[in-house]
T-cell receptor
């Protein structure tokens, strides 16, 4: 089945130690998104790629970076994780940015910072 | 930017009863309104959506209504079942810009 896959599902990192989360998709969608979701809150958009065009949300901290080496994969890099970065990180995809915007989410990676 | 408000934050119903969740949005240019169901430890799953040129859409026990003039939309679940228990998010979208409501935790008591 076509889907959005996130690895790992659970990630533990130390304060200040860089960490990378990965997302892959078999839907062949043009757009990929990264969201941060803290406990009992709505997902918050960090950034998205339309093909190779990177779009950063204005309030996304510089500590967060992203890479999309090809259509199928997208990575979230957290350069120096702080305790406040502990959250669920969700990857989503959509076919294209025009018109409606059906987004399909992966299962998420839960990040713990010790 | 878009601001989406969702009510109630928690909702408890008896199995078989109906559940209604309401959302309002601020950006009149938003044209797509999805609803997501999120179970514990999982990513949000799209359950139904509505576009701005439609007033109502139904899929079995789930229906969504949209009032563009008032800028609000609602999710209706009829004949609720325990497996409907989850957190439900509404969202409003224009292009790539999708904003979520704060979520409603629905509990269906058997």
């Amino acid at each position: 089945d076509a889907m959005v896959i996130q690895n790992p599902r659970y990630q533990v990192t130390q304060f200040g130690k860089p960490v990378t989360l990965s997302c892959s998709q078999t839907l062949n969608h043009n757009v990929m998104y990264w969201y941060q979701q803290k406990s009992s809150q709505a997902p918050k958009l960090l950034f998205h790629y339309y093909d190779k065009d990177f779009n950063n949300e204005a309030d996304t901290p510089d500590n967060f970076q992203s890479r999309r080496p090809n259509t199928s994969f997208c990575f979230l890099d957290i350069r120096s994780p702080g305790l406040g970065d502990a959250a669920m990180y969700l990857c989503a995809t959509s076919r294209d940015p025009g018109g409606t915007n059906e987004q399909y989410f992966g299962p998420g990676t839960r990040l713990t910072v010790t | 930017g878009e601001n989406v408000e969702q009510h109630p934050s928690t909702l408890s119903v008896q199995e078989g009863d109906s559940a209604v969740i309401k959302c309002t949005y601020s950006d009149s240019a938003s044209n797509y309104f999805p609803w997501y169901k999120q179970e514990l430890g999982k990513g949000p799953q799209l359950i139904i959506d509505i576009r701005s040129n439609v007033g109502e859409k139904k899929d079995q026990r789930i229906a969504v209504t949209l009032n563009k003039t008032a800028k609000h939309f609602s999710l209706h679940i009829t004949e609720t079942q325990p497996e409907d228990s989850a957190v439900y998010f509404c969202a409003a979208s224009r292009g790539n810009d999708m904003r979520f409501g704060a979520g409603t935790r629905l509990t269906v008591k058997p």
